[in-house]
């Protein structure tokens, strides 16, 4: 198995556009998680899903996130629009059996909001 | 709200020393994870403890959760080059949908 496949490995934009971040979880797994990581917050959960639907998005920050998972092979973060403070590294994990079982980070998206 | 503290924040060990970090957090946990990041890796999952007062190994690492539930401990006997990274915890409390990371602990490895 490949893994965890997030796309793009780095995105730089310019403050207002819309970024859109990608997720392939790995073949099997029912649950799947979106993390930021900066320096000053550290690893945060955003959201959490499990067979496709939301199960807690409190740690979204704002009205400018939203995530979606159309099937269990595809998730998209995205951010509209885009402020510099949203600079961070993206990851997306998935897991089988949910929050407390195993999670498989995939590689993550660097954005650079400029 | 829940927090989840890690200490040290950096540790600079001689190969060869032993490491240990610990996780404190502010309410009673209901499970633990611990992974570990290399520099511009990500997260990998190590363990999950999930009884008071357990004890897990994973070869030179040793896994520890406290009896309270509030606490935990990695401790990694003989450090090696490989070791190098930072360790995060990851609990919740009981009930709760989300988990919260600790700051972690940036090992560095002396060779």
């Known amino acids: 198995d490949a893994g965890v496949i997030q796309s793009p490995r780095h995105e730089v934009t310019e403050m207002g556009q819309e970024v859109t971040l990608r997720c392939k979880p790995i073949?099997?797994?029912?649950?799947l998680f979106w993390y930021r990581q900066t320096m000053m917050r550290g690893l945060e959960l955003l959201i959490y899903f499990n067979n496709n639907v939301p199960i807690d998005d409190s740690g979204m920050p704002e009205d400018r996130f939203s995530a979606k998972m159309p099937n269990a092979s595809f998730s998209t973060l995205k951010i509209q629009p885009s402020e510099p403070r949203d600079s961070a590294v993206y990851f997306c994990?998935?897991?089988?059996?949910?929050?407390?079982?195993?999670?498989?980070f995939g590689q993550g998206t660097r954005l650079t909001v400029v | 709200g829940q927090q989840v503290m890690q200490i040290p924040q950096y540790q600079h060990v001689q190969e060869g020393e032993d490491f240990t970090t610990y996780c404190n957090s502010s309410?009673?946990?209901?499970?633990i994870q611990w992974y570990k990041q290399r520099p511009g890796g990500h997260p990998v999952f190590l363990i999950q403890l999930v009884k008071s007062g357990e004890v897990k190994k994973q070869k030179r690492l040793t896994f520890q959760f406290g009896e309270a539930k509030k606490n935990s401990s990695l401790h990694i006997t003989a450090t090696q080059t490989t070791d190098v990274g930072t360790y995060f915890c990851a609990g919740n409390e009981a009930g709760a949908n989300n988990l919260f990371f600790g700051t972690g602990t940036r090992l560095t490895v002396i060779p």
């Open positions: 994990a998935s897991s089988y059996g949910g929050l407390w079982t195993e999670a498989f």
């Open positions: 073949s099997g797994h029912n649950s």
């Open positions: 309410t009673t946990l209901s499970n």
